[in-house]
């Protein structure tokens, strides 16, 4: 299911998530500049060294011995990321993509879904709420298999927490959602961010059985708890929303 937009009107432009839009694909940009090679100066040296290490990040810098056992590109790759504190990963990991389909797939839920949570929780809280739903998201993919050398990257934690407050916030929210290969239908957001959120776990499990693609499922299942837990305590303080009124999809289409 690939959602192409909501009819959840906003009070304002949502100019952060133009901006994290813009600041994800600058980054990849970027990456793009680097030979496509296995250099230290490359495009996988790159993500090794700015992604997040789980064996790094949670049991902190590998001893030479350790290094020694690993294959020689997983130590290079543990070598780089060590050049920096085992913490800076879980930053820095959610603006690195490795390639055009995981950008692209990224930003189009980040751009459906988050202009809403940015109106609802104003400027000065929405970007706090991201990134601590994506470093949650990334220790949770962490925690799943701490010893792992395979950098994680991408803004999909961050914005499956985006999707968890999404789906407390605004469950009734219609979304026309493309259903492969060619079904366009218009459907509640608690149905169609609910589907997403079990999906996970059924890819956890074909993993489990198949064999991993390579996917941080339980980084979207620990970003969308992050963000259905956390965005009740980041709108203390907030204004109640302003009444608006749902515009269906006919009426938008002009019937």
């Known amino acids: ?123 000065l809280r929405f970007i706090p709420f991201y990134l601590l739903c994506g470093a949650l998201a990334a220790v949770g993919q962490a925690l799943s298999d701490p010893g792992s050398s395979i950098p994680l990257i991408g803004a999909s934690g961050a914005i499956s927490g985006i999707l968890g407050a999404y789906f407390l916030l605004h469950p009734r929210a219609l979304v026309l959602t493309l259903i492969l290969p060619f079904f366009l239908v218009p459907l509640p957001a608690w149905l169609m961010l609910g589907l997403y959120f079990v999906l996970q776990f059924a890819y956890v499990g074909q993993e489990a059985t198949v064999g991993a693609d390579g996917t941080a499922y339980w980084a979207h299942i620990a970003g969308f708890i992050a963000g259905l837990v956390l965005i009740r305590p980041f709108l203390i303080g907030r204004p109640p929303p302003a009444e608006a009124r749902r515009v269906l999809p006919l009426e938008r289409w002009g019937s």
């Open 1 to 123: 299911m690939i959602p192409l937009k909501d009819f959840n009107p906003t009070r304002r432009l949502a100019v952060l998530t133009i901006g994290l839009i813009l600041l994800n694909v600058g980054v990849f940009l970027f990456q793009l500049t680097k030979p496509a090679d296995l250099s230290l100066a490359g495009q996988q040296a790159f993500l090794c060294e700015y992604g997040l290490v789980p064996d790094h990040l949670v049991n902190g810098p590998a001893t030479p011995a350790e290094l020694a056992d690993e294959s020689p590109g997983q130590a290079v790759c543990q070598e780089l990321n060590q050049r920096h504190d085992r913490f800076l990963g879980l930053l820095t990991s959610q603006f690195l993509h490795g390639g055009w389909l995981h950008l692209l797939g990224n930003m189009l839920f980040l751009w459906v879904f988050g202009n809403n949570i940015e109106d609802r929780l104003g400027r």
